[in-house]
């Protein structure tokens, strides 16, 4: 004979299978799940079953509880993907859609991350310094003191309170210096500012790659081959690289770079790209002033040091005529690097 549970289950699955809405469907489902429901009911009884009974009830019921509670979910789920395609039935799927905009990466910002790629793997970490800066990192700690005609030749915006928008990205060299001990092995990609006359090759805002590579007997040479093997994995294996004597007050001596690529257009003259050179040990004197220690002792430490310039790196690299495309926004020009 069946148990009064088999029975139970037999007459809930009929219930639940011939419920013809969700109300009828849910009143069955309390009739014998719900708290008092009569499934829930045995639950009491097992106490006052005799040993024997109740594993053999118990695994029943369990049996019953999980039948009934699995027919009534599925017909839940009916339930509602009836409604669900009731509500689409209305929906013209042959209209045409919101056409989706995809965004990209700004020409520059696919530049400063290609650089920063490629430095990383030659041992670089990344730094950071603030775009607002105050005299002596812009200027005095780079060993250009204020009667320096370097200074002048380096306009900026100034604050009232004589902070000011930084002219190069140097600074980051000794706010590094400043904050850790030799060896470093820094770059330091940002935006630099200068009081220009704006044209197709001159902004008020431009940006930079700094570079600074502190440690025990670094030489020019070394600073020669990281920027080739930098110009190269950026240009191409085919790209020659120039340096020319220059000045710079925080090196000596003081270079620049010229790159040259027939796989790049209008590769067959010099362009400049970088200024660079050997850190002038008047500049880790100025550190180690602020400092208050010898952490940069010129008789022991050595350096180079680089700055490069992004904006025009970009321009060679991708061919862009004006540099003032770079801030316009213009949807024409930057769908052409999606
Ligand atoms: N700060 C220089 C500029 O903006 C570029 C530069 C030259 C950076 C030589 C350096 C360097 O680190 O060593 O024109």
């Not at 045995?42 to 009974?53: C, I, P, V």
Request: overall charge negative; proline content about 6%; some cysteine.
């Amino acid at each position: 004979m069946a148990h009064p549970l088999e029975q139970l289950r037999d007459d809930a699955l009929r219930e639940i299978e011939s419920a013809s809405d969700e109300q009828t469907l849910e009143a069955a489902r309390v009739k014998y799940l719900g708290r008092s429901g009569s499934i829930s009911a045995w639950g009491e009884q097992m106490k006052s079953l005799s040993k024997e009974e109740k594993p053999v009830v118990g695994k029943l019921l369990n049996e019953v509880r999980n039948a009934v509670t699995a027919a009534s979910e599925k017909r839940t789920a009916g339930f509602r993907s009836q409604k669900e395609s009731a509500s689409l039935g209305k929906i013209d799927i042959s209209l045409p859609g919101t056409p989706h905009q995809i965004g990209a990466l700004h020409p520059l910002t696919q530049m400063w991350e290609r650089s920063i790629e490629i430095f990383r793997r030659m041992g670089f970490a990344l730094a950071d310094g603030p775009d607002i800066e105050d005299e002596w990192h812009c200027f005095d700690a780079l060993n250009t003191p204020p009667e320096h005609p370097a200074r002048s030749e380096q306009d900026t915006f100034y604050l009232p309170d004589g902070r000011l928008l930084r002219t190069h990205t140097s600074t980051v060299q000794i706010r590094t210096m400043q904050a850790e001990k030799p060896p470093i092995r820094v770059i330091s990609p940002g935006a630099a500012y200068r009081n220009e006359e704006i044209d197709a090759t001159h902004a008020a805002q431009f940006h930079q790659i700094e570079g600074l590579c502190v440690d025990e007997n670094v030489s020019v040479a070394d600073l020669k081959g990281a920027l080739e093997f930098f110009m190269r994995e950026l240009f191409g294996p085919d790209t020659a690289v120039q340096f020319r004597p220059h000045f710079f007050p925080f090196t000596e001596p003081s270079l620049e770079v010229y790159v040259k690529s027939k796989a790049l257009k209008g590769g067959e003259r010099w362009i400049e790209v970088a200024g660079s050179g050997v850190v002038h040990p008047a500049v880790f004197e100025q550190v180690n002033k602020a400092r208050g220690d010898k952490g940069y002792d010129p008789e022991k430490w050595s350096g180079y040091a680089f700055g490069l310039g992004m904006d025009r790196l970009a321009m060679i690299l991708f061919d862009i005529p004006d540099l003032r495309l770079f801030s316009q926004n213009d949807l024409r020009f930057l769908r052409q690097f999606a």
